[in-house]
């Protein structure tokens, strides 16, 4: 669990820009990704959207990136959450729109925190990197959209704790 946490982060964290840097993907690797995300293992899932969103190992293609990031964030994986939030924000993969951004960026840095990597890493806050984001989508937003956006937030959240707890 760890080596596929490390490196989702390792993915995520590489810009367009230095996508040649990263090493490449074998067709084994991408098989391995393809196989746990169908099984419905978030971290692949989400891997796979930063392998999309790169093109590196498969052809890019953002709107593949965005299936992925929304299967695992809809499981909670903060980093997919973000990815996501990203995604609709510079509206790579699906159509522009700051509420979703919101949402995603809020959702992210709210579960982060309380994320097995977090936990790894001895982390009790959110990545500043969410906080800003989510910070820079809202001011996208109406006073309307933002309480609007925020009590769909407490929502879903609520609603994935109870799905979390019959697990």
Known sequence: MGFGFALLVSLSMVTAADAPLMPPHQPEDIRGYREGAGRGIAWKQAALGVLYYMGQGVPQDYAEAVKWY?????????????NLALAYFDGLGALRDYSKAYFWANIAATLDPISPMAT?????EAKPEYIQFRDKAAAKLSPVQLSATQKRCRQW???????????
């Open 70 to 82: 929304s299967k695992a964030a809809d499981q909670g994986f903060a980093e997919a959450q973000y």
């Open 120 to 124: 790894e890493y001895g982390r009790t």
């Open 157 to 167: 959240l609520a609603d994935f704790e109870k799905r979390e707890a019959k697990k």
